[in-house]
C-alpha cells in the first residue's frame, strides 16, 4: 500500500488536435504526442499516461490505447506506459488482461493500467452501449478483471459478461509484472472513488476538480482502503494517489500566462456541453462551476498550476500538503504549440522535479 518514496511525475495524453494545424487524416496529432512522449522519457519523466477516446477531433483520438502502448514500447528505453484510462464499460476484460499483460512483455515490465467508467455519452452512443449503467458494468468487469490477472482463468457469467477460461486454456501471455501490472481507477464520484479503496486500486484523479476536493476525495479513498480484503493487498497500485493536472512551466509567471491563457480558456469549452456528462465527476460535483467562470486567474488560484519554476514548485508543495498525491500527471491542451510545449517539459523536468522528488 503507497509506497512513499517520493513523488513521481508523469504526462497525461488525451492525443486531442488542435484542428487548425492538424488537420485530417492527423498523423500529425500522432507525431507530435509521440515526439513528446520520447521527450519525456529522455528527460526522465516517470509516466506517459494515454487516454482513450473516440468520435470527436474536438477531443481525443485515440481508439486503442494497448496499440499506441506498444508502439511506444519499443520507442521508449525507462518510461512506464500506462492507460489513463481504458474505458472499461466499452471494453472486454479479457482483451484487457491479454493486451495489458502482451504490451508489459513487448516494453520489459513497463506497462500500468488505467481504467474508469467514462463520461462522455456519444462515446457510448458509438458502441451501442448502454451510458446511465456505465458503473454498474464497470463493478461487474473489475472483480473479474482481477481473478483473470490473478488465476489467468476465469468461469464466469453475470449480467454483462460470460467468461469461461479454465480447463487445457488460460490467458497468455503472462506479464512480467507480478502479480499483475499496476492497477488504477479513475473516480470523480465518491461511489467509484470508494470502489477503488476497497478493491485496491490506485486512484487516479482529474484535472478539472479543486485542491480542496482533491483533499476530500483522497480522504474517501484512504478510508476505503482499510476495507479492501487480504486477497486484494498485492496490486502494485494499492495506496497510490494519481493526480491529473494542467501544468506549464516559463522563465515567469507572466509568461506562463501569455503563452497558456487564450490556449487554455479554448480547451475548456471542449469539456463541458451536451457531449460531456461530467469530467470525471467534475461537473456533477460542482469542483469548478461553470457559471462562476472558469477563467485563469479562478483556475490558477484553486486548480491548475501554471508558472515560474518557483510558483510551480510552491503549487506542487501544496497539493501535496493536502492530499498526500504519490505521482503527479501533467496534462496540457494543444494549443500551446509543439515547442512551447517541449520547453514546458524540458523546464519542469530541470527545474520543478529535482526540488519535489
Known sequence: MGKRTGMEFGILFTSHPD??????PHQTVHARVTREVMRADALGFDFAWIAEHHFSNKYGIMPDVFVYAGHLAGLTKRIK????VVTLPLANPVRVVENAAFV???SGGRM???LGSGYREYEFDGFGQDFEGRRDVQEEALPLLLDLFKTKR??????HFRVKVDGDYEIFPHPIQSPHPPLYLAGGTDRSIGVAGRMGFGLMLSTLTTFEE???QVGVYRRHLEETPEKLR???ARGDVDIARWVYVAETDEKARRDSEAGLVRHLGHFFGAQTSGYLGQVSTGSAS???GLNYDALSESTIIHGSPETVVAKIRRLDEMTGLTSLMLHYPPYYGPDNTLASLDLFAREVAPRLR
Request: net charge negative; proline share 6%; no cysteine.
Open 234 to 236: 498485492d496490486n502494485p
Open 81 to 84: 506506459i500506462g492507460t489513463g
Open 290 to 292: 461553470v457559471s462562476a
Open 19 to 24: 484542428p487548425e494545424v492538424e488537420t485530417y
Open 112 to 114: 500500468a493500467v488505467g
Open 154 to 159: 476465469a468461469d464466469f457469467s453475470g449480467r
Open 214 to 216: 482533491l483533499a476530500r
Open 104 to 106: 508489459d512483455v513487448l
